[in-house]
Nanobody, 119 residues
Framework: QVQLVESGGGLVQAGDSLRLSCRAS????????MGWFRQAPGKEREFVAS???????EYYSDSLKDRFVISRDTQNTVYLQMNSLKPEDTAVYYC?????????????WGQGTQVTVSS
């Protein structure tokens, strides 16, 4: 059973930075691709960034790649560093895992963490 638990969300002001964490547990994740997605009120869930659990191979949404950075450590945690936050970044942010590592089948999801950016 794979479990993903996000943390680090909150209320910040425009221009601030925030780092989200996703703690993964339940098995060995070496071949997995880990992703961050977000969903704003009234909008569909959208891709933010992804990274191979073994390291490297980062991908970003074109609109976010200049401000967001995905990384992971050796303690089963994936991070999303968000800089120069804007009100339009307000959303629930979800951590996800694709066991095949291709970034096409994210079947495990966390419960989400709310990020609210005030103007």
């Amino acid at each position: 059973q794979v479990q993903l638990v996000e943390s680090g969300g909150g209320l910040v002001q425009a221009g601030d930075s925030l780092r989200l964490s996703c703690r993964a547990s339940g098995r060995t994740f070496t071949e997995y691709r880990m992703g961050w997605f977000r969903q704003a009120p009234g909008k569909e869930r959208e891709f933010v960034a992804s990274i191979k659990w073994s390291g490297g191979s980062e991908y970003y949404s074109d609109s976010l790649k200049d401000r967001f950075v995905i990384s992971r450590d050796t303690q089963n945690t994936v991070y999303l560093q968000m800089n120069s936050l804007k009100p339009e970044d307000t959303a629930v942010y979800y951590c996800s895992a694709d066991p095949r590592g291709l970034g096409t089948q994210y079947i495990y999801w966390g419960q989400g963490t709310q990020v609210t950016v005030s103007s």
